[in-house]
């Protein structure tokens, strides 16, 4: 019973604490702001970044990880660059795009021009369903899609 007590109490304060929020993704960044100095050891690139990130009140969204930045511990020692050259830097692939989106510095893998494609753009010929929940339709639509691009499956 007693730890029951103490979980919920610790839910309680944790649902209604009032101490300021730290807003750090309020503001975009400026990626032509320069980095003075940066250091890390012994650690991923993508835990680097973080860290970065953390120091410098900056908020990064990663749509695209290598595994290789996850799990390569690497040291850097990053001098008076821009702060877009220090996170190339830090991450040091030439294949990733980075973008501020809002206030995010958005990480995401970069295409060329013929693999541009979404599938977002794609159109169906027709498409026809019986009535039903939102859950069934967009199951039907899925799997309508996914015939039309593979009709192997």
Not at 123 to 143: D, H, N, Q
């Amino acid at each position: 019973m007693r730890l029951k007590t103490a979980f919920l109490l610790l839910v309680f304060l944790a649902l209604f604490d009032t101490r300021p929020v730290h807003a750090g993704c309020m503001r975009p960044p400026d990626l032509s702001t320069r980095v003075a100095e940066f250091s890390s050891s012994q650690a991923s690139r993508v835990g680097a970044l973080m860290r970065f990130g953390r120091e410098r009140n900056l908020c990064f969204g990663l749509e695209y990880v290598t595994p290789s930045l996850l799990t390569g511990i690497t040291d850097l020692r990053i001098h008076d660059v821009s702060l877009l050259r220090a996170i190339e830097l830090i991450l040091g692939e030439a294949e990733l795009e980075i973008r501020v989106d809002n206030a995010v510095i958005v990480i995401t893998r970069r295409v060329p021009p013929t693999e541009r494609s979404n599938l977002f753009d794609y159109v169906l010929p027709g498409f026809t369903v019986r009535r039903g929940s939102v859950e069934e339709i967009t199951a039907a639509l899925y799997m309508q899609l996914r015939l039309r691009l593979n009709p192997a499956i």
